[in-house]
């Protein structure tokens, strides 16, 4: 299986388990740029890749995907009410990855199969950082996790 496609399966079901992380959640999409009226909704962003071992025709990768929780837009007159909720929203967030570290959900018949790509070991669950970000011409009010994944490929068509 080739890198793309094992990014693929694991930012296919990253976006399904957000949801189910925070129920409330508006939407989840596998992109960073993106807005929408709703909040709060998720956005992903793929950050730092670094191959742990391997050669010739497999290879274990390590990805950081940074999931975004947009939780206001300051451009719409939000006046700072998200604010107190951010570390709260996060928590809960953490708490549900941490429990659900091989993005596996029993409860769920969408998410209750391994996903094919991801290595045995967990993920690791880290960040929690809030602030504000600018995107298409909106401040937004965001939490952003860090969530790191070892992908096991075959490459040449194995």
């Known amino acids: 299986?080739?890198?793309p496609l094992a990014l693929d399966g694991v930012l296919d079901r990253l976006v399904l388990l957000e949801r189910k992380a925070l129920p409330d959640a508006k939407n989840a999409v596998r992109y960073e740029v993106y807005v929408q009226h709703n909040v709060p909704y998720w956005t992903n962003r793929v950050g730092n890749w670094q191959k742990a071992?391997?050669?010739?025709?497999?290879?274990?990768?390590?990805?950081?995907?940074h999931p975004r929780l947009v939780m206001g837009h300051l451009t719409e007159g939000y006046e700072g009410t998200n604010q107190s909720q951010g570390p709260l929203l996060i928590a809960q967030a953490v708490e549900y990855?941490?429990?659900h570290n091989h993005?596996?959900?029993?409860?769920?018949?969408?998410?209750?199969?391994?996903?094919?790509?991801?290595a045995p070991e967990p993920i690791r669950i880290g960040g929690g950082r809030t602030?504000?970000?600018?995107?298409?011409?909106?401040?937004?009010?965001?939490?952003?996790?860090?969530?790191t994944v070892t992908l096991a490929v075959s490459y040449g068509g194995i």
């Open 1 to 3: 299986m080739s890198l």
């Open 53 to 65: 071992s391997g050669s010739g025709s497999t290879a274990l990768w390590i990805v950081t995907i």
């Open 97 to 99: 990855f941490d429990v």
């Open 103 to 118: 993005l596996i959900d029993l409860d769920d018949e969408a998410t209750s199969d391994p996903v094919r790509w991801l």
């Open 131 to 147: 602030g504000y970000s600018a995107i298409a011409k909106t401040t937004q009010h965001v939490a952003e996790l860090d969530l």
